[in-house]
C-alpha cells in the first residue's frame, strides 16, 4: 500500500487533462453546431459567399476537434462530439448539392463512415426544404434535380444492411429518409399538375382573346 498515494496521483493527473480536454471539446462542439447551423441557413437564403465563408470556419472546428482528441478516443466518439460532427457534415454536404458543387466524401470532411451516412440521410430534409421553397414559386427543373438527388441517397442508404451498432441507427433514418422523399414526390406531383392547367388555361385564353379580335 505504499505506493498507493502514487497511484492515486497519476490517476487525477489524467482526470485533469480528460476534463480539461472535454470541457474545450464541448465548447469547440458547440460552435461548430452553431457554424454548421447558420451555413445551412445561409444557403438556404442562396447566400452563397456567406454560407462558403462559415462552412470554411465550420471546417476549421472539425478538424480541430478531431486533432485534439485524437489521444481522447472516448471523448472523440463521445455523442456530443459525433452529434456536431454529424452536423458538419449535413451542412458540408447541403452546400455542395444546392449549389451543384461535387459531393465531397468522407476523407474530404475526414469524418467516420457512418457519421457520414447519418449526416447524409438529414440532408434530404434540407433538400426537401429547398425544393419547397422553389414549387412556392411554381414548378420548375431544379426542384426536379434536388428530388433525383434525395432518390439517389434513399436507393443508395437502403443498401446499407449492417447492425445499429456499426452504423449508428442509420437504419432509423433511412426509413424517415423515404417518408421525406414520398411527400416531396407528392407535392411535385401536384406542382406539376397545377403548373400543367395554367398553362393550358393560358393557353386556352389566348385562344379565346385571338378569336375575338
Do not use: W
Amino acid at each position: 500500500m505504499k505506493n498507493l498515494q502514487t497511484i492515486a496521483d497519476q490517476v487525477v493527473e489524467v482526470f485533469e487533462e480528460l476534463t480539461h480536454a472535454r470541457d474545450q471539446a464541448l465548447i469547440n462542439a458547440r460552435q461548430l453546431t452553431r457554424k454548421s447551423a447558420h451555413t445551412i441557413r445561409a444557403i438556404h437564403r442562396l447566400e452563397r459567399e456567406e454560407a462558403q465563408s462559415l462552412l470554411a470556419e465550420a471546417c476549421e472546428l472539425q478538424h480541430k476537434l478531431n486533432t485534439d482528441l485524437a489521444n481522447y478516443p472516448t471523448l472523440l466518439y463521445a455523442g456530443y462530439t459525433m452529434d456536431a460532427i454529424k452536423e458538419f457534415v449535413e451542412a458540408s454536404i447541403t452546400y455542395a448539392l444546392i449549389v451543384d458543387d461535387p459531393l465531397p466524401t468522407p476523407q474530404d470532411l475526414g469524418v467516420e463512415p457512418a457519421t457520414y451516412l447519418n449526416g447524409l440521410a438529414e440532408v434530404t430534409g434540407e433538400l426537401r426544404r429547398r425544393v419547397l421553397d422553389i414549387l412556392r414559386h411554381g414548378y420548375s427543373e431544379e426542384a426536379e434535380r434536388l428530388l433525383t438527388i434525395m432518390d439517389e441517397i434513399y436507393s443508395v442508404l437502403v443498401t446499407i444492411d449492417y447492425p445499429d451498432a456499426i452504423t449508428n441507427g442509420l437504419r432509423r433514418q433511412t426509413d424517415l429518409v423515404r417518408g421525406i422523399v414520398e411527400r416531396t414526390r407528392g407535392d411535385m406531383t401536384i406542382a406539376l399538375q397545377e403548373e400543367r392547367l395554367k398553362q393550358s388555361m393560358e393557353a386556352l385564353q389566348n385562344r379565346l382573346d385571338e378569336a375575338n379580335r
